[in-house]
């Protein structure tokens, strides 16, 4: 799936959000939504899929983790509208 496809859901944005203050198994996460366990996992490998979540192995538990490297794309993109911004910009300080 699409990083921006992704992050298209509100429950998987939430989940960035909790991910981002530290690693979580599904149960602990699951436990903070309103939506099933099953259904968390399912985001948490639409996550995965993106490359936005990566899964770790500690000891007998399974922690997702936020995988930095997978906003690389959505940095991209948010950027490329500063290059017409600044173009607006200097077309507007040049008049």
Same mark, same amino acid.
């Given at each position: ?14 989940? !960035? ?25 399912? $985001?948490?490998?639409?996550? $995965?899929?993106?490359? !936005?979540?990566? !899964? ?6 399974? !922690? ?32």
């Amino acid at each position: 799936m699409d990083v921006m496809d992704a992050l298209g859901n509100p429950v998987r944005r939430q989940i !960035l959000v909790q991910l981002r203050r530290a690693p979580m198994p599904v149960g602990q996460l699951a436990d903070r939504f309103s939506v099933s366990r099953p259904a968390i996992s399912r $985001h948490l490998r639409v996550l $995965h899929d993106a490359g !936005l979540v990566q !899964l770790q192995h500690d000891g007998s538990r399974n !922690l997702y983790a936020i995988r930095v490297q997978g906003f690389r794309a959505v940095r991209e993109f948010i950027d490329s509208f500063w290059d017409t911004a600044l173009a607006q910009l200097e077309d507007l300080a040049g008049r």
